[in-house]
T-cell receptor, first 113, second 116 residues
Framework: AQSVTQPDIHITVSEGASLELRCNYSYGATPYLFWYVQSPGQGLQLLLK??????LVQGIKGFEAEFKRSQSSFNLRKPSVHWSDAAEYFCAVGSYNNNDMRFGAGTRLTVKP | DAGITQSPRHKVTETGTPVTLRCHQTENHRYMYWYRQDPGHGLRLIHYSYGVKDTDKGEVSDGYSVSRSKTEDFLLTLESATSSQTSVYFCAISDGTDSSYNSPLHFGNGTRLTVT
């Protein structure tokens, strides 16, 4: 079965600084990759997705992610973080074999003023 | 936002009692899912449905059952709740027509269940 690893449980960045959240996946075929964000007390909201084509994908709220097949990674980036970006972020991979979607354990982002 | 309503939002119950959580959608989407969210585990799939009366098990289905008698409603039942089922439960839907693995999920706001 596919799996997703988010190596960083918690990251703190200063407002205005750049951000990169790491995601590594394990899956034999071409993966369907997603990033979701969860604000406290809310469900998850889709930030962006990668299915095929251009390996740099743009999402909502100024986020982007780059698919690197050689590194089995799909890292999320934002050039300048805003205080409202404080939330928990989840990477997910869709599996054709299992017909389901597996999530990483999440990375909690704290933004310092 | 996708029209997904979960009820109740919070519930406290005792070990051994049955519990049913409800998910209602207004999007007429084919696929519906139940996930549980626990610290350090992210979200794990319990069961999903790909149509009325069509359901299948997910990664952590033991101790749970589901039913889908109408397109808009997906029920999750804990027949005899245990403390290990204390969690936050999320319902999700997707508009995938042929599969559930490559369509983005739209989530409800969750049900916080505490089993004492």
């Amino acid at each position: 079965a596919q799996s997703v690893t988010q190596p960083d449980i918690h990251i703190t960045v200063s407002e205005g600084a750049s951000l990169e959240l790491r995601c590594n996946y394990s899956y034999g075929a071409t993966p369907y990759l997603f990033w979701y964000v969860q604000s406290p007390g809310q469900g998850l909201q889709l930030l962006l997705k990668y299915f095929s084509g251009d390996t740099l994908v743009q999402g909502i709220k100024g986020f982007e992610a780059e698919f690197k097949r050689s590194q089995s990674s799909f890292n999320l980036r934002k050039p300048s973080v805003h205080w409202s970006d404080a939330a928990e972020y989840f990477c997910a991979v869709g599996s054709y074999n299992n017909n389901d979607m597996r999530f990483g354990a999440g990375t909690r982002l704290t933004v310092k003023p | 936002d996708a029209g997904i309503t979960q009820s109740p939002r919070h519930k406290v119950t005792e070990t051994g009692t049955p519990v049913t959580l409800r998910c209602h959608q207004t999007e007429n989407h084919r696929y519906m899912y139940w996930y549980r969210q626990d610290p350090g585990h992210g979200l794990r799939l319990i069961h999903y449905s790909y149509g009325v009366k069509d359901t299948d098990k997910g990664e952590v289905s033991d101790g749970y059952s589901v039913s889908r008698s109408k397109t808009e409603d997906f029920l999750l039942t804990l027949e005899s709740a245990t403390s290990s089922q204390t969690s936050v439960y999320f319902c999700a839907i997707s508009d995938g027509t042929d599969s559930s693995y490559n369509s983005p999920l739209h989530f409800g706001n969750g049900t916080r269940l505490t089993v004492t």
